[in-house]
């Protein structure tokens, strides 16, 4: 079993303004001349963390986190309902990266990350492959919209009472198709006491499906503090009642962008939030990929997972991406 690196603070951190008033919070940790890399959180609206630094051999990497629009430390921050989001949609947060990536002074970057990072990565990537050197992805997801509708509607026939108890969250009228709608309404309400009960149902729904793994956490969503959850949902709901921004299986059908782009993707055979289904479409529209199948792991992932997620890393330590 492969350990992870020892802790590590960052050297270097900051707020950088990206515009329509938001400040985008990032640190850099490791070699200060290391192989550039930037770890892309999920969510959306997660934030970073100190874990993630620790997948990375501080000795040859040069590694970027941020908390993208919204969330973490950067602001404003999406608890306030008062916090326009118009300006926050997949568009918005892949020019954030970019515009991060020139004030750094990088000219490639690996970037990791999975679950909604993985959508994230992928749009970056296809926009932008000539500033990507390679792609580590845990939980591989592409939001595209039947996803999504898979994880708020169709692991309802596993767990039905729990899934009943969320449908129950919204008013009645919106608890088929404009379910997703109905909670990023509610997440917006100016009234806490709201926010609170639509955020607890919402997290309540996560961990159930999640609920089934062998490894992690049983409160991944409901644990957190009550700002960073009513983030959490907030944007979530947000970004998933809008397909992200994306056109149905846009990511997957530009795959072909990637070429030449060394990629490992890595998914849990367990993980029913985002079945591994799209890693495996993935895999094969995208050349040069590489899919690790790991039979004991869900979405929260396992000692199996960190193994093939810290490999691939040293493995892509030495190539020549900066």
Known sequence: ???????????????????????????????????????????????????????????????????QRGCGRSTPHAADPATDLRHNTTAHLVADMEHLRTHLGIDRWLLCGGSWGSTLILAYAEHHPSRV???????????RRRETDWLYRGVGRFFPEQWQRFREGVPEADRDERLL??????????????????????????????????HGAPDVYGGRPSAARQALVR?????????????????????GRLAGIPGVLVHGRLDL???????????RAWPGAELTVIDDAGHKGSAATRDAVIGALDRFAGADGA
Not at 54 to 59: H, I, L, V, Y
Not at 273 to 283: I, V
């Open 1 to 67: 079993m492969t350990e992870p690196y020892p802790p590590i603070e960052p050297y270097d951190r900051g707020m950088l303004d990206v515009g329509d008033g938001n400040l985008v919070y990032w640190e850099v940790c490791g070699n200060p001349h290391g192989k550039p890399a930037l770890v892309v959180h999920g969510g959306p609206g997660s934030g970073c963390t100190e874990g993630a630094r620790r997948n990375f051999d501080p000795a040859r990497y040069r590694v970027v986190l941020f908390d």
């Open 133 to 143: 050197s390679e792609i580590v992805i845990p939980s591989v997801t592409t939001t």
């Open 181 to 214: 709608t109905a909670y990023a309404a509610l997440m917006s309400d100016p009234d806490p006491a709201v926010r609170e009960r639509a955020a607890t149902r919402w997290c309540a729904w996560e961990d159930t499906v999640l609920s089934l793994e062998p």
């Open 235 to 255: 944007l979530c709901a947000h970004y998933f009642s809008h397909g992200a921004w994306l056109e149905e299986g846009a990511l997957l059908r530009d795959a």
């Open 273 to 283: 939030s985002t079945p591994l289904e799209t890693a495996w479409e993935l895999a």
